[in-house]
């Protein structure tokens, strides 16, 4: 993630945008008031989605996403 101070944001904003737009770049900007993300709609709403899906039960519910093979055999470690 780039990192911008908001002096940088404010001379530079329509070149960010194209960025974030079509590179699917996330802009970190940082301030002394506290920092903030400059990210597409399309990546903001498909967060949005993965934090309701995640929300809801149905979504996480081992069975019916199909996990509960993976989840009852024993973790390998890296060197096995």
């Known amino acids: 993630m780039d990192r ?3 002096q940088e944001v404010q001379e530079n904003l329509a070149s960010l945008i194209e ?3 079509s590179g ?3 802009i970190l900007i940082t301030s002394v008031l506290g920092n903030a993300v ?3 709609e399309e990546c903001y709403k498909n967060l949005l989605i993965t934090l309701e899906m995640l929300s809801t039960p149905l979504f996480m519910d081992k069975e019916t996403c199909g996990l509960e093979d993976c ?3 024993e973790p390998t470690s890296i060197s096995q």
């Open 38 to 40: 400059l990210l597409s």
């Open 4 to 6: 911008y101070t908001v």
């Open 71 to 73: 989840c009852q055999s």
């Open 19 to 21: 960025s974030a737009t």
């Open 24 to 26: 699917n770049e996330k």
